[in-house]
């Protein structure tokens, strides 16, 4: 029995924004063709194939063998044999490369992005959790006090999602931009079928968190064994390889394209284990094949930030942030029912939160938490292209060294709402270059310095006072409505000193450079969307900050 209804997408997202994704086939399935029946069997329409093998094996599904020829043309969509011949195929190539036995076939659906995107709400959250998640992206200076939180996670998942396979249903839905004829993605199918597999392995129903860092450590494994495999099959499919020619890709589309997500910073905190996830699998490939990979399933990273740095997996665990309530007596601690009570962001959050700036409508001219921005974000080749494996650096300098997080959110009797965020680090230096970028952050904002640690944006969409402290190797920032009301948030909070304060920078903080002239929280339900990685990536960031290296 499944523990959990978990949805696995392929992205143009990750799970793109957190939506919740329903378990049933997407409202406007009428338009879908309807999945591959799990005892069907398919007659191969290439007479040089080799004959069928008398029991199934790697390799071999339903009537096809992975390097054979199909008679497919999808150029006014698929009949269901033709899907049931590509499913096949797919599945004896996803074999290949996985060495890994499918049990069942899958059924496969495809629908069209628009009906897709009009498939699932999310109205049925409490204002309890409401608040708590805008409360989050509040802190990470991702989504406005103006704007909800659950309706821009829920553009970016119909914007981008390019399908998803759902445990709860064993089945797996292909989204199409083109709406005239629906068409498959053969890569994209690929890695959904990863997912399918993965289930009928490792049981994905046990991989759930109720934190963005805890999935975002689980999807470093599920979507970083899957993207892996998706680059593997990409590669075969390409020029040169073993399949080159006869992998099925979508025409352009049909006027129903997704045009990107809603907002590219709440993307690249659910992205990271799509970037970060395949160079995580394959460091352990390299120690022990795919019996290796296969033993993560039993003791999957503990963090986003072990898949992000592979060389920490196993060796340096999360610690666990102690934060105690010191709120006033008009201010509660907001608890959602049937969910943990604090947010944990982790590294990706961190890193996301600082990347954001670049992308968020406002010149970004003196912002310096990320020196060299460019090539410091994005992973180049050695060509100069970007890579196509891990496209993004969520390792810089004023994310890494994270080691554990947490985030309490509070409102008042007037509704007025308020946070406490501590983060511990692996040093007292990271804590002090976490500081300052996070200063950086503030000024980029719009904020003014009134006192020691104390801070003020006067107006915009994050207009609130901060209130920021370094102990050690933990920071801890306060946020409320004014000034005055820090102490009524956190009553230990001083923010009365008005001449501020300069802290000498240790001698081996990271120097800096100028700027060279881009689950299960509420969206991560058992299901998960399969993702072009690259693909995608390159057409969201486009032209304006993604470039060759020179």
């Known amino acids: 029995m499944r523990r959990v209804a978990t949805v696995l997408a392929v992205t143009l997202v990750v799970l ?12 406007g399935a009428d338009a879908a063709v309807s999945g591959v029946a799990a005892t069907e069997q398919s007659t191969p329409t290439n007479e040089s194939a080799p004959p069928d093998p008398e029991t199934d094996r790697i390799g071999w599904e339903n009537g096809y063998w992975y390097n054979e020829s199909i008679d497919v043309n999808q150029s006014d969509g698929l009949t269901q044999a033709e899907l049931n011949a590509t499913v096949a195929r797919a599945m004896a190539r996803v074999e290949v ?80 931009d083109n709406e005239t004829t ?50 593997q ?41 799509y970037s970060d996830g395949p160079t995580f699998i394959a460091a352990q490939k390299r120690q022990g094949g795919w019996d290796a990979v296969n033993d993560l399933y039993d003791a999957p990273p503990q963090s986003a930030e072990q898949v992000i740095h592979p060389e920490r997996y196993g060796t340096d665990p999360p610690t666990e942030v102690e934060l105690a309530d010191e709120h ?57 292209d970007l890579s196509p494996i891990d496209p993004l650096n969520y390792g810089f300098d004023a994310a890494a060294g994270w080691d554990g997080d947490r985030m309490h959110f509070y409102q008042n009797d007037a509704g007025e709402g308020g946070y406490v965020w501590r983060l511990v680090w692996d040093s007292d230096a990271e804590a002090i270059e976490f500081r300052d970028a996070y200063e950086e952050l503030l000024a980029y904002w719009g904020a003014e310095q009134i006192g020691e640690g104390t801070y003020r944006i006067e107006d915009g969409p994050f207009a609130d006072a901060f209130h920021v402290t370094v102990a050690g190797d933990t920071v801890t920032i306060v946020n409320a409505p004014t000034v005055e009301q820090l102490s009524e948030v956190r009553g230990s909070v001083d923010a009365g000193a ?31 969307p399969g993702f072009s990685a690259v693909t995608a990536l390159v057409a969201l960031l486009g032209g304006a900050l993604l470039f060759r290296r020179r």
């Open 498 to 528: 008005e001449t501020p304060t300069a802290e000498p920078t240790p001698t081996d903080a990271p120097a800096t450079e100028s700027i060279s002239p881009t689950v299960t929280e509420p969206s991560v339900t058992a299901e998960s």
């Open 233 to 273: 099959y990409r590669e075969r499919c390409g020029e040169g390889g073993a399949w080159n020619g006869t992998c099925l890709r979508p025409e352009a589309s049909g006027g129903g394209g997704g045009g990107g997500p809603a907002n590219i910073g709440v993307y690249f905190v659910n992205y990271q284990p």
């Open 182 to 231: 629906l068409q498959v993605d053969e890569l994209t199918l690929g890695h959904e079928l990863v997912h399918a597999v993965q289930d009928q392995k490792f049981d994905l129903g046990n991989f759930s968190s109720q934190t963005r860092d805890g999935a975002n450590a689980n999807s470093g494994l599920i979507e970083g064994d899957a993207n892996y495999v998706q680059q």
């Open 97 to 176: 490369i996985r060495e890994l036995e499918f049990n069942t076939t899958v059924p496969v659906d495809i629908v069209s992005r628009s009906a897709f995107a009009n498939s699932s709400g999310n109205s049925s959250y409490s204002e309890a959790f409401r608040a708590f998640d805008n409360a989050k992206f509040e802190a990470l200076f991702l989504i406005g006090e103006e704007e909800g939180s659950l309706a821009v996670q829920q553009s970016n998942r119909g914007a981008t999602v390019g399908g998803y396979y759902s445990p709860a249903a064993d089945s797996i839905v292909l989204v199409t």
């Open 16 to 27: 793109a924004g957190l939506a919740p994704l329903a378990a049933a086939a997407p409202a």
């Open 328 to 384: 006033g007596e008009n201010w509660e601690r907001i608890r959602p029912e049937s969910r943990l009570d604090y947010a944990e962001v982790g590294q990706a959050g961190v890193a996301s939160m600082f990347v954001y700036p670049w992308y968020a409508g406002r010149s970004p001219q003196g912002y310096d938490a990320i020196p060299n921005f460019r090539n410091t974000w994005f992973n180049y080749t050695d060509s100069g």
